[in-house]
């Protein structure tokens, strides 16, 4: 009797030294996945912030049909008219040679006094114009360009080309680096996920030979390592989405633009995915951990 409790002091492992690292290592894990989930969440928001702010440079994107002096009201409305049927254009804006004369002499200041100097307006009438933002785009607003240069009352059309490539060019780079990131941290947060409940499945790798050895099943057996994911995947979504809360938080109180960019239906849709996202990553992570060992035989258990 003395003997056999020796040995069960002495030479059996203490259960203690067991659970010490696996708390230490789910923890860490739980942690690593929260970091990755918050970049993944000011990826999200740097996202809708980007796309909010392309939709209203879309919004506004047009061109400018300047009349010639002689133009009558007639004309002008013909041309509007025109431009409506086409179904391409949100808004139109018209503008006197009186109302360009103003802008241009709020803009330049009371020192230069252009009536004064010309006696007499050299500004004509102008026609801005709004296309909806599936039109804005240089080859679209060429399209509806073209025949208006044809009309004996239209002088010219100004086109801001530059500015409309330039932005289509730069919301495609930013798509396209988001989703880069968003990948390359989805790839690195499985790969932690799928190390951390592999390690915590090969430390009882021989417990669950056992279990199959008495007719356990293999969704018994992976049930337990399923749950502790999920919750720890949970867990880490919520450490995220706190601290991009905050984040966020000092961000609308520092910059008002912020504020009426990101509203907090929007972040609160974003902090929902990260906890929805943390789960999933772990559950599938665990699933595919578990499936590696569950089909291993005996003797590759030493391995």
């Keep these: 009797m003395v003997v056999i409790l020796w040995r069960f002091y002495f030479i059996m492992p203490k259960k203690h030294f067991h659970h010490i690292p696996l708390f230490s290592t789910r923890a860490t894990a739980t942690v690593s996945v929260a970091l990755v989930l918050v970049i993944l969440g000011i990826a999200a928001m740097v996202g809708v912030a980007t796309h909010r702010l392309s939709q209203s440079v879309r919004d506004n994107m047009g061109f400018v049909v300047i009349f010639n002096e002689d133009v009558t009201a007639d004309d002008i409305a013909?041309?509007?008219?025109?431009?409506?049927?086409?179904g391409a254009v949100s808004r139109t804006e018209y503008s006197s040679p009186d109302d360009i004369l103003a802008r241009w002499q709020k803009m330049v200041g009371e020192d230069e006094d252009i009536l004064r100097l010309a006696n007499v307006n050299p500004f004509t009438a102008e026609l801005e114009?709004?296309?909806?933002?599936e039109y804005?785009?240089?080859?679209?607003?060429?399209g509806l360009v073209a025949p208006l240069a044809l009309m004996p009352q239209v002088g010219d059309v100004?086109?801001?080309s530059d500015l409309i490539d330039n932005v289509n060019a730069t919301l495609r780079s930013v798509s396209l680096t988001l989703v880069a990131i968003a990948i390359a941290l989805l790839v690195v947060s499985f790969v932690l996920i799928f190390n951390t409940v592999r390690l915590s499945v090969y430390s009882k790798r021989f417990i669950i030979n056992t279990m199959q050895l008495v007719g356990a099943t293999s969704g018994f057996i992976r049930r337990p390592f399923l749950s502790e994911s999920v919750v720890?995947?949970?867990v880490a979504g919520v450490i995220a989405s706190l601290i991009v809360t905050a984040m966020l938080y000092s961000c609308r109180t520092l910059d008002g633009t912020i504020a009426s960019i990101l509203d907090w239906g929007t972040a609160g849709l974003v902090m929902g995915g990260m906890v929805i996202t943390g789960m999933l990553i772990c559950l599938i992570a665990a699933l595919f951990a578990c499936n590696r060992y569950l089909s291993l035989s005996y003797d590759e258990l030493y391995r």
């Excluded at 804005?136 to 060429?142: E, F, K, L, P």
């Design 232 to 234: 720890n995947g949970a």
């Design 136 to 142: 804005a785009s240089a080859d679209s607003i060429g």
């Design 129 to 133: 114009v709004i296309v909806n933002p």
């Design 158 to 160: 100004k086109i801001h």
């Design 78 to 86: 013909g041309v509007t008219e025109h431009l409506k049927s086409t």
